[in-house]
């Protein structure tokens, strides 16, 4: 049985996930989940990328948004804000509000947080193992101008309540260079047979999980076709605004200069769309094998095709 390893953070990564399992519904597939996004609201723990994937796979998921519950409700969040309890600009529902009452008991009564995903799993059947990258507390934090000071806030505020529209001049994910791997994560690195970087957001999402210490240099040293698909098509982010971030770290908002960010250390493979074919030949340079396909997730069939391809390269890489 092939074992397979995917770094994922929310919405991109869960639907290539999905994908995923359709190209190859017998593999072992073990999700690295970011937990950078993770954050405490209304006294609760919401782990926006955890559940995400776990929404999406297990058939829950909001698929006109990509996050959040189907045929969702909002009579909690209204009644919050009539006591004039906020932030009423994240949105949580009232199916979503139970999943974290459940998780912040459960990590209230000592259980770690890997623990309390695969308890929460056990009701979605996601069909992969969901492994949170620490149980550690991490949060990524943003540094932007606001009001005429330059200040840090939390990145669910950077991302939904500012929408990104003030410039990040840097991305740190607070806590993470003290924190370690959860249990299994290391374990699932080294006896995989292939580790995939799905279009995730290159900075918050599989950036943040590569910067929990002895994650990337176990991926480095597994012996393992690494095989990344680029999250920029053309000149921008297929979803969400991954440019805006890449550029706090000094990344071009290319397809080439995702894969060198990552680098050959690291990456062995990477996929661009067809339209940035003409990035190949920089790609190779930088010493990752590098392919043109269809990068578009516009359906079940396109994304299963853009997993068949992603393991048809490491099959390259390791042949």
């Not at 995917?6 to 999700?31: H, I, Y």
């Not at 994910?173 to 290159?202: H, M, R, T, W, Y």
């Not at 971030?245 to 680098?263: D, K, N, P, R, T």
């Not at 996929?271 to 516009?298: F, H, Q, W, Y």
């Amino acid at each position: 049985m092939q074992r397979i390893v995917v770094l994922a953070g929310g919405v991109g990564g869960a639907r290539f996930l999905r994908g995923l399992k359709s190209a190859a519904p017998d593999a072992e597939v073990t999700v690295i989940g970011n937990t950078g996004d993770d954050i405490h609201l209304f006294g609760l723990k919401v782990c926006p990328d955890l559940d995400t994937v776990m929404y999406t796979l297990g058939g829950g998921i909001n698929e006109e948004q990509g996050w959040g519950r189907d045929d969702e409700s909002f009579t909690v969040k209204e009644e919050l804000a009539a006591y004039g309890v906020g932030p009423g600009w994240f949105g949580l529902g009232d199916r979503d509000f139970a999943t974290h009452i459940v998780r912040t008991q459960m990590l209230g009564a000592g259980y770690p947080l890997s623990e309390v995903t695969e308890a929460l799993c056990a009701r979605w059947q996601p069909g992969v193992r969901l492994l949170p990258m620490t149980d550690d507390r991490v949060e990524t934090h943003v540094a932007v101008d606001l009001d005429g000071e330059r200040r840090a806030v939390h990145f669910q505020e950077y991302w939904v309540r500012l929408r990104a529209s003030v410039e990040a001049h840097a991305v740190v994910p607070v806590g993470a260079d003290q924190a370690k791997p959860a249990p299994g994560v290391l374990d699932a690195i080294a006896e995989a047979d292939v580790v995939l970087f799905p279009p995730s957001n290159p900075v918050v999402s599989v950036g943040t999980i590569l910067a929990v210490p002895g994650i990337r240099e176990a991926i480095a040293e597994a012996g393992v076709p690494v095989v990344g698909l680029s999250p920029i098509v053309g000149d921008g982010p297929v979803h969400g605004m991954a440019d805006k971030v890449l550029a706090a770290i000094g990344v071009e908002s290319s397809a080439a200069a995702v894969a060198q960010h990552y680098g050959s250390g690291l990456l062995d493979g990477w996929l661009v769309d067809t339209v940035d074919a003409e990035s190949v030949p920089k790609v190779e340079d930088a010493g990752i094998r590098c392919r043109a396909v269809p990068l578009m997730m516009n359906g079940p069939e396109a994304t299963a095709l853009m997993a068949r391809e992603a393991l048809a390269l490491a099959e390259e890489v390791r042949a």
